[in-house]
């Protein structure tokens, strides 16, 4: 059973435009949300997460969007870049636990 | 962030050998490591969970003696995949857990390992 569901599996975005992944989850003991980027025959690097505790968290041109009551976390993109074409994955964890839980990825590609 | 890093950064082996991959954490010291296999345009699958000090923990279906994993020292963590076929063939990526800010522990990746079973 997937514990994270992520949407959409593929995205393409203009030069400049917002790029928008979702993410859903069911496990309410979950309280880390951590998004992840991976560019091609490289390792996931932790690009920015965040605590239920807490609506939103922006770190320059990304954002965390997260709606505890719906079970839901985004990744919002500004402004994106050709740069930022990558494959992109959520996770979820709970911090009484080690495992993380991913979300299937999300290829994204900017077209400049 | 933390760093890790794996070791080699690709390999290429012949059928019926055995390649012992490398992952390190260089800048803290980790308890829990994980290993994935990633195959192409898909997600991360986790094959262990390896702990220092003790055995590993395997996920269903992942074969503990085809995969063994030894995490000898709180800074690496090693794969052996032995007697290598091609459908072994995949990206290997190692991460380690350490604990982040107020507690939080927090997973960080090393770059992969691409192995190639001819």
């Known amino acids: 059973q997937q514990q994270v569901k992520q949407s959409p599996q593929s995205l393409i975005v203009q030069k400049g435009g917002i790029s928008i992944i979702n993410c859903a989850y069911e496990?309410?003991?979950?309280?880390?949300f951590p998004w992840y980027q991976q560019f091609p025959g490289k390792g996931p690097a932790l690009l920015i997460a965040?605590?239920?505790?807490?609506s939103e968290k922006k770190e320059g041109r990304f954002t965390i969007s997260f709606n505890k009551s719906a079970k839901q976390f985004s990744l919002h993109i500004m402004d994106s870049q050709p740069g930022d074409s990558a494959t992109y994955f959520c996770?979820?964890?709970?911090?009484?636990?080690?495992?993380?839980?991913f979300g299937t990825g999300t290829s994204l590609t900017v077209i400049p | 962030g933390a760093v890790v890093s794996q070791h080699p950064s690709r390999v290429i082996c012949k059928s019926g050998t055995s390649v012992k991959i490398e992952c390190r954490s260089l800048?803290?010291?980790?308890?829990?490591m994980f290993w994935y296999r990633q195959f192409p345009k898909q997600s991360l699958m986790l094959m262990a969970t390896?702990?220092?000090?003790?055995?590993?923990?395997?996920e269903q279906g992942v074969e503990k003696d085809k995969f063994l994993i030894n995490h000898a020292s709180l800074t690496l963590s090693t794969l052996t995949v032995t007697s290598a076929h091609p459908e072994d063939s995949s990206f290997y990526i190692c991460?380690?857990?350490?604990?982040?800010?107020?507690?939080?522990?927090?997973?960080?990746f090393g770059p992969g390992t691409r192995l190639t079973v001819l």
């Open positions: 991460s380690a857990l350490t604990s982040g800010g107020n507690s939080y522990n927090e997973q960080f």
């Open positions: 496990n309410t003991a979950f309280d880390y």
């Open positions: 965040i605590r239920p505790d807490v």
């Open positions: 996770a979820a964890s709970m911090n009484t636990g080690n495992q993380f839980y």
């Open positions: 800048d803290f010291q980790a308890t829990t």
């Open positions: 390896s702990n220092e000090g003790s055995k590993a923990t395997y």
